[in-house]
């Protein structure tokens, strides 16, 4: 697969790091290994593909299961939390150890399919910085919910919020919680944000926009849970969006200074 940058020529073959956070996902991992193995089969001849597993300090068994994992697939690899961090922290960590030229973002519950990841490389392949799954249904009616309402009401309050505080540069992104999502590789690596937890998503897709950074969504499908159960406290979550977004709207300077490294 070809990746042109914003200011370099087409070159052959590609680097893929999937980052995976994750806490107490034991029984998700079985999906999470057919997910990438659909996805390694769509890639083409001459891609690599690094899968890395943060455990965010799981109390089941999920890092037996992640080592079993990884010894048994070298695209696999494991980076441990000793304590719980939170998503955003994961996220950071798997990011930090990256070395792909695009770096995905996925959740272990495997909430989105996986085989789309090829999707979000062609809209990189045409020259954008940021690739971003969306559920909310679009022209071709390609996105899909398969969620309860109470998370689609949190994903259309949040991109109105979002679209808010950032006073037209949102462009037209409409999702911004979705954390399944492709970076290249520099741009992401070169971002600082402060969220540790569920917040980081949509701080780290934020940042981004007021930095200047080209954003496309592509359509996807939101999928229930295949095991476990969310960590995800919504009233929580929703009220931090809240705060996170007005910060954002009176401190933008101080978010574009956090993703300007990778966008020279």
């Given at each position: 697969m070809t990746l042109p940058g914003r200011n370099e020529p087409t070159v052959p073959g590609l680097r893929l790091s999937v980052v995976v956070p994750m806490k107490d996902e034991e029984g998700s991992l079985p999906v999470l290994e057919r997910e990438m193995a659909e996805l390694r089969s769509g890639l083409p001849a001459g891609d690599e593909l690094e899968v890395l597993l943060v455990d965010d300090g799981s109390t089941d068994g999920t890092a037996a299961a992640a080592e079993s994992l990884c010894a048994r697939s070298p695209a696999f690899r494991l980076l441990r939390h000793?304590?719980?961090?939170?998503?955003?922290?994961?996220?950071?960590?798997?990011?930090?150890?990256?070395?792909?030229?695009?770096?995905?973002?996925?959740?272990?519950?495997?909430?989105?399919?996986?085989?789309?990841?090829?999707?979000?490389?062609?809209?990189?392949?045409?020259?954008?910085?940021?690739?971003?799954?969306?559920?909310?249904?679009?022209?071709?009616?390609?996105g899909e919910f398969r969620v309860g309402p109470h998370r689609r009401l949190l994903s259309w309050g949040c991109s109105a919020i979002y679209r808010?505080?950032?006073?037209?540069?949102?462009?037209?992104?409409?999702?911004?919680?979705?954390?399944?999502?492709?970076?290249?590789?520099?741009?992401?690596?070169?971002?600082?944000?402060?969220?540790?937890?569920f917040l980081a998503a949509a701080e780290i897709l934020s940042v981004l926009l007021l930095s200047g950074a080209r954003v496309v969504?592509?359509?996807?499908?939101?999928?229930?849970?295949?095991?476990?159960?969310?960590?995800?406290?919504?009233?929580?979550?929703?009220?931090g969006h809240l705060r996170q977004a007005a910060r954002l709207c009176v401190t933008p300077a101080a978010a574009r200074r956090g993703a300007t490294a990778g966008l020279a």
């Open positions: 000793d304590r719980n961090r939170g998503f955003g922290a994961g996220l950071r960590t798997g990011v930090e150890a990256s070395t792909g030229d695009v770096v995905v973002s996925y959740d272990a519950d495997c909430a989105y399919p996986a085989g789309d990841v090829l999707k979000l490389l062609a809209a990189l392949g045409r020259g954008v910085d940021v690739a971003s799954a969306t559920p909310f249904a679009a022209a071709d009616g390609a808010t505080a950032l006073r037209g540069r949102a462009g037209g992104v409409r999702t911004f919680t979705c954390a399944f999502r492709a970076y290249r590789g520099e741009l992401i690596r070169g971002t600082a944000w402060r969220a540790d937890g969504e592509v359509p996807s499908t939101l999928r229930k849970r295949f095991a476990g159960r969310s960590k995800m406290k919504v009233v929580r979550t929703a009220l």
